[in-house]
């Protein structure tokens, strides 16, 4: 099984030339986590502040820049991946997920300011991301967000 990822830079001189691979691998990372045995379509797009600023705007009302933005495709259960329920490619059939857009500016500063660097921030980012692209939220403090966290701090362990 070989999932799709493309991995776009919205701008040159970002910086940070291992990222793609390390997102990649914490994409399939977080789908076999997630026991996704189907193909699917990924799109990433690295970005900075200034240029995920614009989309979080655009997009969510939220007047600042973010670090990572998600965009699911699909509306699916969060643990209860179920490709019957997805959008899917006339052309493979691989499911499609979804986009993220991720701020290398931000990640590297957050990376730094949590003191684990930014190979693993973009990482996390990363498994985040995915996460929210099969169902999972953490729109409110409760169950859904411990949910999420739980399943975040199992997958990153296993992402070492």
């Not at 789908?31 to 995920?52: H, K, Q, R, Y």
């Not at 820049?65 to 643990?79: H, I, K, R, W, Y």
């Not at 996390?124 to 099969?134: C, E, I, M, P």
Request: proline share 2%; net charge negative; with cysteine.
């Amino acid at each position: 099984m070989e999932h799709e990822i493309y991995i776009s830079r919205e701008k040159s001189g970002l910086g940070h030339n291992n990222a793609a691979a390390l997102i990649k691998k914490s994409i399939i990372k977080a789908l076999d986590a997630e026991g996704v045995d189907t193909p699917c379509i990924v799109s990433v797009m690295l970005t900075d502040n200034a240029g995920i600023h614009e989309i979080n705007r655009e997009f969510r009302g939220v007047d600042r820049p973010t670090d990572v933005l998600s965009f699911p495709l699909n509306e699916l259960t969060a643990g209860e991946f179920c490709a019957d329920e997805c959008e899917t490619d006339p052309e493979t059939g691989a499911v499609m997920l979804g986009d993220m857009m991720i701020s290398l500016e931000k990640c590297a500063e957050q990376g730094e300011e949590l003191g684990h660097g930014f190979e693993r921030e973009i990482s996390y980012l990363t498994v985040h991301s995915v996460l929210h692209l099969l169902g999972y939220d953490h729109i409110d403090e409760g169950e859904m967000k411990a949910q999420m966290r739980a399943r975040e701090k199992e997958i990153m362990e296993d992402n070492k």
